[in-house]
Protein backbone atom coordinates (compact mmCIF):
# COMPACT_ATOMS: atom_id res chain seq x y z
CA UNK A 1 0.00 0.00 0.00
CA UNK A 2 1.19 3.16 -1.12
CA UNK A 3 1.14 6.69 1.10
CA UNK A 4 -1.40 7.94 -1.56
CA UNK A 5 -3.65 4.93 -0.67
CA UNK A 6 -3.65 5.38 3.12
CA UNK A 7 -4.35 9.37 2.69
CA UNK A 8 -7.32 8.92 0.43
CA UNK A 9 -8.12 6.11 2.89
CA UNK A 10 -8.03 3.03 1.09
CA UNK A 11 -7.93 -0.03 3.38
CA UNK A 12 -5.65 -2.87 2.20
CA UNK A 13 -4.98 -5.99 3.62
CA UNK A 14 -1.32 -6.06 5.23
CA UNK A 15 1.11 -8.97 6.23
CA UNK A 16 0.72 -9.07 10.16
CA UNK A 17 4.67 -9.13 10.41
CA UNK A 18 4.65 -5.40 9.82
CA UNK A 19 2.53 -4.84 12.62
CA UNK A 20 4.35 -7.57 14.77
CA UNK A 21 6.39 -5.07 16.87
CA UNK A 22 3.92 -3.09 17.85
CA UNK A 23 1.62 -5.59 18.51
CA UNK A 24 3.79 -7.71 20.50
CA UNK A 25 3.36 -4.82 23.48
CA UNK A 26 -0.40 -6.22 23.65
CA UNK A 27 -0.97 -9.72 22.78
CA UNK A 28 -0.74 -12.33 25.71
CA UNK A 29 1.30 -15.23 25.54
CA UNK A 30 0.54 -17.59 23.00
CA UNK A 31 -1.32 -15.36 21.00
CA UNK A 32 -0.14 -14.60 17.20
CA UNK A 33 -1.83 -11.96 15.06
CA UNK A 34 -3.40 -14.15 11.86
CA UNK A 35 -4.45 -11.53 9.99
CA UNK A 36 -4.41 -7.71 9.81
CA UNK A 37 -5.66 -4.71 7.45
CA UNK A 38 -4.96 -1.12 7.63
CA UNK A 39 -7.51 1.50 7.13
CA UNK A 40 -5.89 5.07 6.99
CA UNK A 41 -3.78 4.83 10.47
CA UNK A 42 -6.19 2.55 12.01
CA UNK A 43 -5.69 -1.85 12.08
CA UNK A 44 -8.24 -4.61 11.95
CA UNK A 45 -6.13 -7.27 13.79
CA UNK A 46 -7.55 -10.58 14.25
CA UNK A 47 -5.41 -12.78 16.40
CA UNK A 48 -5.84 -16.15 17.47
CA UNK A 49 -7.85 -15.17 20.47
CA UNK A 50 -9.30 -11.76 19.63
CA UNK A 51 -10.21 -8.69 16.97
CA UNK A 52 -8.38 -6.14 18.17
CA UNK A 53 -8.73 -2.55 16.79
CA UNK A 54 -5.82 -0.12 16.96
CA UNK A 55 -6.75 3.50 16.82
CA UNK A 56 -4.26 5.67 16.04
CA UNK A 57 -4.88 9.27 17.83
CA UNK A 58 -3.77 13.13 17.06
CA UNK A 59 -1.79 14.50 14.34
CA UNK A 60 1.47 12.39 14.99
CA UNK A 61 -0.15 9.25 15.61
CA UNK A 62 1.71 8.38 19.05
CA UNK A 63 -1.31 8.43 20.99
CA UNK A 64 -2.99 4.77 20.18
CA UNK A 65 -5.99 3.54 21.11
CA UNK A 66 -6.29 -0.30 21.58
CA UNK A 67 -9.91 -1.97 21.52
CA UNK A 68 -9.87 -5.93 22.29
CA UNK A 69 -13.13 -7.91 21.38
CA UNK A 70 -12.80 -11.75 22.54
CA UNK A 71 -14.60 -13.63 19.58
CA UNK A 72 -16.96 -14.32 22.20
CA UNK A 73 -18.54 -11.28 22.82
CA UNK A 74 -19.41 -10.53 19.62
CA UNK A 75 -23.41 -11.34 19.32
CA UNK A 76 -23.54 -9.87 15.53
CA UNK A 77 -22.24 -8.38 12.80
CA UNK A 78 -23.41 -6.91 9.93
CA UNK A 79 -22.14 -5.70 6.33
CA UNK A 80 -23.85 -2.50 4.56
CA UNK A 81 -22.61 -2.32 0.78
CA UNK A 82 -21.74 0.80 -1.58
CA UNK A 83 -24.43 2.72 -3.39
CA UNK A 84 -24.39 4.11 -6.25
CA UNK A 85 -24.01 7.55 -4.46
CA UNK A 86 -23.00 6.36 -1.10
CA UNK A 87 -19.14 4.80 -2.65
CA UNK A 88 -18.07 3.01 1.17
CA UNK A 89 -18.90 0.24 2.12
CA UNK A 90 -19.52 -0.33 6.22
CA UNK A 91 -18.63 -2.81 8.64
CA UNK A 92 -20.86 -2.86 12.00
CA UNK A 93 -19.96 -5.24 15.22
CA UNK A 94 -22.36 -5.42 18.27
CA UNK A 95 -20.42 -6.60 21.29
CA UNK A 96 -22.40 -8.14 24.36
CA UNK A 97 -23.59 -5.30 26.81
CA UNK A 98 -23.62 -2.21 24.11
CA UNK A 99 -26.59 -1.78 22.27
CA UNK A 100 -24.46 0.67 20.20
CA UNK A 101 -22.43 -1.30 17.23
CA UNK A 102 -19.05 -0.48 17.01
CA UNK A 103 -18.40 0.80 13.21
CA UNK A 104 -16.12 1.16 10.45
CA UNK A 105 -16.29 2.68 6.58
CA UNK A 106 -14.09 0.69 3.84
CA UNK A 107 -14.10 1.62 0.14
CA UNK A 108 -13.93 -0.20 -2.46
CA UNK A 109 -9.99 -0.94 -2.81
CA UNK A 110 -10.93 -3.38 0.24
CA UNK A 111 -13.83 -5.77 0.20
CA UNK A 112 -16.10 -5.85 3.30
CA UNK A 113 -16.91 -8.79 2.91
CA UNK A 114 -13.41 -9.97 2.90
CA UNK A 115 -13.08 -8.67 6.40
CA UNK A 116 -16.42 -9.81 7.12
CA UNK A 117 -15.77 -13.16 6.30
CA UNK A 118 -12.32 -13.19 8.49
CA UNK A 119 -14.59 -12.10 11.20
CA UNK A 120 -17.01 -14.74 10.93
CA UNK A 121 -14.41 -17.22 10.59
CA UNK A 122 -13.42 -16.45 14.12
CA UNK A 123 -17.07 -15.84 15.80
CA UNK A 124 -18.69 -19.06 14.17
CA UNK A 125 -16.53 -21.37 15.65
Do not use: C
Amino acid sequence: MGLLDGLLGNASKIDPATIRQEMDRVLAAGEIVEHAYLLIRDFFVFTNKRLVLVDKQGISGKKTEYVSIPYRSVTRFSVETAGTLDLDAELKIWVAGDPTPISKTFNKKLSVFEVQAVLASYVLR
